[in-house]
């Protein structure tokens, strides 16, 4: 997906429920990765947003003309990945 100014791509990580059982049950964990367009597709450093909480809302992005245009930017251009509160147990 393209806003003006960044670059964001979706990921989904299954990661154990219970690290000391990890054959046992996952959920799964949303991550949004955010990059200047002229660093889609390089392999750059990550900064993590933990973005939201329990029980509200955070407000999504809409471009580059908030912090995060400025971080993709002034970071060399690094991804944001921010994490929502989209979890699924699964089996």
Same mark, same amino acid.
């Given at each position: 997906? =393209?806003? !003006?100014? #960044? *670059?964001?791509? %979706?990921?989904?990580?299954? *990661? !154990?429920?219970?690290?000391? %059982? !990890?054959?046992?049950?996952?959920?799964?964990?949303?991550?949004?990765?955010?990059?200047? @367009? %002229?660093?889609?597709?390089?392999? *750059? @450093?990550? #900064?993590?947003?933990?973005? +939201?909480? @329990? +029980? +509200? =809302?955070? !407000?999504? @992005?809409?471009?580059?003309?908030?912090? #995060? +245009?400025?971080?993709? =930017?002034?970071?060399?251009?690094? &991804? &944001?990945?921010?994490?929502?509160?989209?979890?699924?147990?699964?089996?």
């Amino acid at each position: 997906m =393209k806003l !003006p100014g #960044l *670059v964001l791509t %979706d990921h989904v990580f299954a *990661v !154990p429920l219970d690290h000391t %059982d !990890p054959t046992g049950r996952a959920i799964e964990i949303f991550a949004r990765e955010a990059v200047s @367009p %002229d660093n889609a597709g390089k392999e *750059v @450093p990550w #900064l993590l947003f933990l973005q +939201g909480g @329990p +029980g +509200g =809302k955070s !407000p999504r @992005p809409t471009g580059a003309d908030s912090w #995060l +245009g400025r971080a993709v =930017k002034k970071l060399t251009g690094s &991804c &944001c990945s921010t994490s929502a509160a989209q979890a699924a147990a699964r089996r």
